[in-house]
Antibody, heavy 119, light 108 residues
Framework: QVQLVESGGGLVKPGGSLRLSCAAS????????MSWIRQAPGKGLEWISY????????YQADSVKGRFTISRDNAKNSLFLQMNSLRAEDTAVYYC????????????WGQGTPVTVSA | AIRMTQSPSSFSASTGDRVTITCRAS??????LAWYQQKPGKAPKLLIY???TLQSGVPSRFSGSGSGTDFTLTISCLQSEDFATYYC??????????FGQGTRVEIK
């Protein structure tokens, strides 16, 4: 099974940018469909983006469309989330998660990386 | 977007209790429903997918049922390690993938 480790979170000012990474190990990364899911402090889970095994198709939530970009590098076993034009409401723990059989439920999760957007 | 509504939002129970959490979809999602458990400061853990299929390694005291718009997660004999927040998630129609708001199970 795949193990996932996120990195790249931190404190950023409103309007700023951040790039999150998710490193996969333990299994063939290109076998997995991947998503980013976030959780604001004290709140529930919000799915924000999905990328298929080959890199297409990509799906995004309306809340991040035009600001966030998901991508992957199968040769480097890595998933990315480029976040631009960050807002206070983007403050959350960001998880990468995988699914394998084409149905988008999440079998494996990383530990999460916190993102704080504040002046 | 399909709206997922869980009930109750929270409740208290005792070790050994049988507990049931309900999840309702705003439209028919057939059996494309998953359940997760999340403990404080930890990532969610998949418990059930396809409404009633137990994920490998999940104790058999967890079970799921339902199809269409109404689903339940049942814990047959609550253990101390089961006190957590539970989420349902639909994957029938997307984007977006949507989660319920969560149900917190607390110790009585």
């Amino acid at each position: 099974q795949v193990q996932l480790v996120e990195s790249g979170g931190g404190l950023v000012k409103p309007g700023g940018s951040l790039r999150l990474s998710c490193a996969a190990s333990g299994s063939t990364f290109s076998d997995y469909y991947m998503s980013w899911i976030r959780q604001a402090p004290g709140k529930g889970l919000e799915w924000i983006s999905y990328i298929s095994r080959s890199g297409s198709p990509i799906y995004q939530a309306d809340s991040v469309k035009g600001r966030f970009t998901i991508s992957r590098d199968n040769a480097k076993n890595s998933l990315f989330l480029q976040m631009n034009s960050l807002r206070a409401e983007d403050t959350a723990v960001y998880y990468c998660a995988s699914c394998r059989d084409g149905y988008i439920y999440f079998q494996h999760w990383g530990q999460g990386t916190p993102v704080t957007v504040s002046a | 977007a399909i709206r997922m509504t869980q009930s109750p939002s929270s409740f208290s129970a005792s070790t050994g209790d049988r507990v049931t959490i309900t999840c309702r979809a705003s439209q028919d999602i057939r059996s494309y429903l998953a359940w997760y458990q999340q403990k404080p400061g930890k990532a969610p853990k998949l418990l059930i997918y396809a409404a009633s299929t137990l994920q490998s390694g999940v104790p058999s005291r967890f079970s799921g049922s339902g199809s269409g718009t109404d689903f339940t997660l049942t814990i047959s004999c609550l253990q101390s390690e089961d006190f957590a927040t539970y989420y349902c998630q639909q994957y029938y129609d997307y984007p977006p993938i949507t989660f319920g708001q969560g149900t917190r199970v607390e110790i009585k």
